[in-house]
Nanobody
Framework: VQLVESGGALVQAGGSLRLSCAASRYTASRYCMGWFRQAPGKESEGIALIENYGETHYADSVKGRFTISKDIAGNTAYLQMNNLQTDDTAMYYC??????????????????RGQGTQVTVS
């Protein structure tokens, strides 16, 4: 499984960004996909998960502001991020795993991940 993130940028507080995760063939239809982030000096944090059949789960820190989705035909996952805050500054990673439950925290240990994309909120 190959995952390539894009869309990270410098944005002002209150702004929005959409991250994309281009995945290898069949990943979006056959795998759970999620996003986790890591800020300097902090542990990785699983923030969003979309199960094989589309059910979504979020960390409390982003619930109501971030939305995860996937385009099965395009083999791409997305993370729409609204009302960004300075605490959201981090490297954001896309990850995938064949099976998962509903716990967002486990996204950090998914066996497949991308190289990350930087989000900086000023």
């Amino acid at each position: 499984v190959q995952l390539v993130e894009s869309g990270g940028a410098l944005v002002q507080a209150g702004g929005s960004l959409r991250l994309s995760c281009a995945a290898s063939r069949y990943t979006a239809s056959r795998y759970c996909m999620g996003w986790f982030r890591q800020a300097p000096g902090k542990e990785s944090e699983g923030i969003a998960l979309i199960e094989n059949y589309g059910e979504t789960h979020y960390a409390d820190s982003v619930k109501g502001r971030f939305t995860i989705s996937k385009d099965i035909a395009g083999n791409t996952a997305y993370l729409q991020m609204n009302n960004l805050q300075t605490d959201d500054t981090a490297m954001y990673y896309c990850a995938a795993e064949k099976r998962c439950g509903s716990a967002v925290v486990v996204v950090t240990v998914f066996g497949n991940r991308g190289q990350g994309t930087q989000v900086t909120v000023s």
